[in-house]
């Protein structure tokens, strides 16, 4: 890609012509001549004009050459600058540094050594000065937390914009040196994303008033941590939570403005959400060891998008579906409601046997929700009871599909509109929810609403795995 840019940049010089000579004698001799020379003279010319062109090189504005430099992936760059005196000048100042096993060459089976001396070698040869992005995602197994404070002192500087830290597997836990983040960092930081490791800010760091999207998966940090940061984020946008078991409570404050995606994921001790967060759109919260659904203390006025994914092997068994209609409650503009049960829950014998006990909550109107979708749809009394609510107080509900397989599968072993693999115990749980949904629930379809009901595929059915 480089070569290709520099071929396009660098003046080419055409071959001189000779002018003929007066007489036609000479004239001749002069054409048969030239045809006889044309390969040499082509070379010949070829080889000047490479020469100028290597000679023009530097000739180049140095911003033009860091700006090509730039768009090419961190090993492709290294590998110019071997070969380039333009691009090993712009390679001591690269924006965007990048380091796990493919861009350091290294093979699956890596050795501690061999990818910190890797790392090392790199930015022994970086001047430290221009860095925007600092990728490090160290693989599982290998333990470098001696060395992180050294490569993030060395790459965190006043231009920093994004910050990706993934210690997979890290044998003992790194705590992040939050005060990095203070001073002039607090005004570039635009992205930050950590994993495997504590983060314990506090809140002299102040605020960083460029930071758009903040990522925590399997981080120490505590909701109070979290409300220290969360509380000076006046640009954030996006806000992932994933495995931060510390977070039993959730505060997200009215001064973020600007948050629009908010994901909870498999935080075990989460009991509590509330968001004053004015355009929270889209929200997504996935459970793992459910035992209650997380108390909802107030509204998502923007939410238009919910998925709720109860996908871990621990759910309860008296997991209470129907606890599902305050995050209905708590959205009253939502206009799309995703639900995806765990493979567990399906196996369960239902203890639904009839419906005059179905529980009804009244005047709750859900006056925008148009699409609702539930994966892995079971015979559970509290499932069959929410779905009966949506259908009675859904007023502009226009598509409701029950799945009663686990979704379909995406990938290139299966056929497309295929199932996820599905046991046995799973399967035999299909006719009892596809009874539910005749017995209960197709008798309360406005005629209005589409009705998809989706059963296994041939494919599960011939098997049974």
Known sequence: MGMLLLSRLMPTRRPRRRRPHKSRRSGLIAKSAKRKRSHCQQDDDDSQGGKRMRNSVPTLPEDIWCHIHSLMPMRDAARVACVSRAFLSSWR???????????????????????????????????????????????????????????????????????????????????????????????SIRFLDLGHCAFHPTVELGSWRSLKRLCLSFVHITGDELGCVLSNLFALEWLELIYCDKIASLKIPCTLQRLSYLKVS????????????????????????????????????????????????TVSPSYDYFSLVSFLDASPFLETFFLAISKEQMKRESKFRDSSHMRQIQEHRHEHLKSVTIIGFCSAKSLVELTCHILENAVSLECLTLNTTLGFASRSEHSPGTCFPMGKAVLMGVPKALSAIQTYIVGKVPSTVRLNVMEPCNLCNGIGH
């Not at 967060?277 to 919260?285: D, G, L, T």
């Not at 060891?289 to 994914?309: E, Q």
């Open 266 to 313: 498999e935080c075990s001790r989460m009991r509590v959400i509330e968001s004053k967060a004015p355009k929270v759109s889209n929200f997504y919260f996935t459970g793992y060891k459910v035992v209650n659904t997380p108390m909802l203390t107030t509204k998502f006025l923007y939410l238009k998008y919910l998925s709720i994914s109860l996908s871990g092997l």
């Open 93 to 187: 100042c690269h924006p965007n540094l990048t380091f796990n096993e493919r861009t350091l060459g290294l093979d699956e089976y890596v050795f501690e050594t061999d990818f910190i001396s890797k790392v090392d070698h790199i930015l022994e040869k970086h001047s430290g000065i221009g860095v925007k992005t600092f990728n490090l995602q160290v693989p599982y197994e290998l333990d470098v937390c001696d060395h992180l404070d050294h490569w993030l002192q060395f790459a965190i500087t006043p231009r920093i914009e994004e910050l990706n830290l993934m210690l997979y597997g890290t044998v003992q836990e790194y705590n992040f040196p939050c005060s990095l983040l203070s001073d002039g960092i607090a005004n």
